[in-house]
């Protein structure tokens, strides 16, 4: 910018201040902007600190681990008159803790509606809810949602929603049967509730980067939590207790937790990858048969590329976050700044605007009063679709590392690739089958 272009907007920019942090486009070189989406195209979440009041409705948690008893009062601080009737999980000792919790947040649950099992998901949804929380490890969220969408109850979807090829295509199928039943169903990637990426979102569709040509994606962070095994803990017990550390349960991280970060870019650009290739390893991990890292090369159409990393090893160097490249500019959640190619920042996220505005910020809290509103409007809303995609990616970029292979979009998506045991039952396994996988071949 010369001289008297920089005098020119330095007197715009003190007359007319800056909008929202953001610098009016035609600062950012006087080209229109060419928007990605139209309006109306790309769903914008409304985020009031609260979800509207209505009917009282009934709410099952199928999941009573620690994601489940959070996600349980998340949804409780999300509306009035939520009323939690029923609660299922494959062991007891889960129930009770949720039960107790629940009971000091003035929710009495009656023991009749308590139920363990496998088939206790069954017993949840049958019991009388209109609307269940799905927070069983990652492998049984499809059968789930595919019982409670059958019975015509409103789900709520723990992230990942599927580990393996046959989970996608119910998840897939599942979405269609929920939107022809004028359902509502969010799933636990929160970001598309989080304001900060709701904004960012809006302007990357409006073209503030450009037509997106790559990105980062990272979780790198330290060891998550095992379980060591319990005298009197069945192979079965073991591994569900166990279950963030066994790839048939979670998906291994890259698709359980790693997911967050996938999820985000193919939400931005609104297209799933064609091919995987990627490589990882275990070095650290205590129990289970997973990775410790993964880094995976995604390709999309028009020779798009996305570098996929996460890690979970102690005393690594650690960062989440995204970065998505444009032919205009770049964004970055680091910052949630959006900057021209001369790294010149034309928008931010006004963070002190929207405290200013609102209250609750927490997007395990918002995502909830998304789920609500449109329960109580009577507004379809399935959100299942687009985790499935973005759940089947990380199962692609897995698949890719544990085999050495580039791995193609149309061939996971109909492979017979299941991770589902023949028989459940808390007895012996065959831990044979639950081994590291060791890519290529050796000498």
């Not at 990652?138 to 709520?156: D, I, L, M, N």
């Not at 809303?381 to 692609?396: K, N, P, Q, R, Y």
Request: net charge negative.
């Amino acid at each position: 910018m010369n001289r008297r272009s920089f005098i020119g907007v330095s007197s715009m920019i003190g007359a007319a201040g800056l909008l929202g942090g953001t610098v009016l486009t035609s600062c950012a070189g006087g080209k229109k902007l060419v928007p990605l989406k139209q309006p109306g195209e790309y769903y914008i979440p409304e985020l009031p600190d609260k979800a509207i009041d209505g009917r009282e409705l009934k709410a099952g948690l199928i999941g009573c681990g620690g994601r489940g008893n959070g996600a349980i009062h998340n949804l409780l601080a999300a509306a009035n008159g939520i009323k939690v009737t029923a609660l299922g999980d494959v062991f007891q000792d889960r129930i009770d803790t949720v039960r107790e919790n629940l009971k000091k947040a003035g929710q009495e649950v009656p023991v009749e509606n308590c139920f363990t099992g496998f088939d206790a998901y069954k017993k949840v949804i049958d019991s009388g809810v209109d609307m269940v929380v799905v927070a069983t490890p990652p492998v049984f969220r499809p059968v789930h949602f595919q019982y409670a969408t059958e019975k015509g109850v409103h789900s709520f979807l723990e992230k990942p929603i599927s580990v393996d090829a046959k989970g996608y295509r119910t998840i897939m199928a599942t979405a269609k049967q929920a939107e022809a039943k004028g359902l509502s169903v969010v799933t636990g990637t929160q970001r598309h509730h989080q304001r900060p990426y709701v904004e960012s979102f809006k302007k990357i569709q409006e073209g503030y980067i450009g037509e997106i040509t790559g990105g980062n994606v990272y979780w790198n962070q330290p060891m998550l939590w095992y379980r060591e095994r319990q005298a009197g803990w069945s192979d079965m017990e073991w591994m569900i207790r166990d279950w963030v550390n066994w790839k048939w349960l979670s998906g291994d991280h890259i698709v359980e937790q790693h997911v967050h970060n996938i999820d985000v870019f193919t939400w931005m650009i609104g297209k799933h990858p064609l091919r995987a290739t990627g490589f990882g390893s275990r070095q650290r991990r205590v129990t289970g048969d997973q990775y410790d890292f993964f880094s995976v090369d995604f390709e999309f159409e028009n020779n798009v590329h996305l570098h996929s990393m996460c890690r979970q090893i102690d005393g690594c160097s650690n960062n989440v976050s995204e970065f998505v490249q444009g032919t205009k500019g770049s964004w970055s959640s680091t910052d949630f700044a959006i900057r021209d190619l001369q790294g010149n920042i034309i928008w931010q996220f006004d963070d002190a605007a929207a405290k200013a505005e609102f209250q609750q910020h927490d997007p395990y809290v918002l995502e909830h009063v998304d789920w609500v509103n449109h329960i109580r409007k009577g507004t379809t809303h399935v959100e299942a679709g687009e985790t499935g995609m973005s759940s089947l990616a990380g199962t692609m970029g897995r698949e890719s590392a544990y085999t050495g292979q580039t791995v193609n979009w149309d061939d996971i998506s109909a492979s017979d690739l299941d991770y589902m045991p023949e028989t459940l039952e808390l007895g012996p396994m065959d831990m044979s089958k639950y081994v590291v996988r060791v890519p290529g071949s050796g000498k």
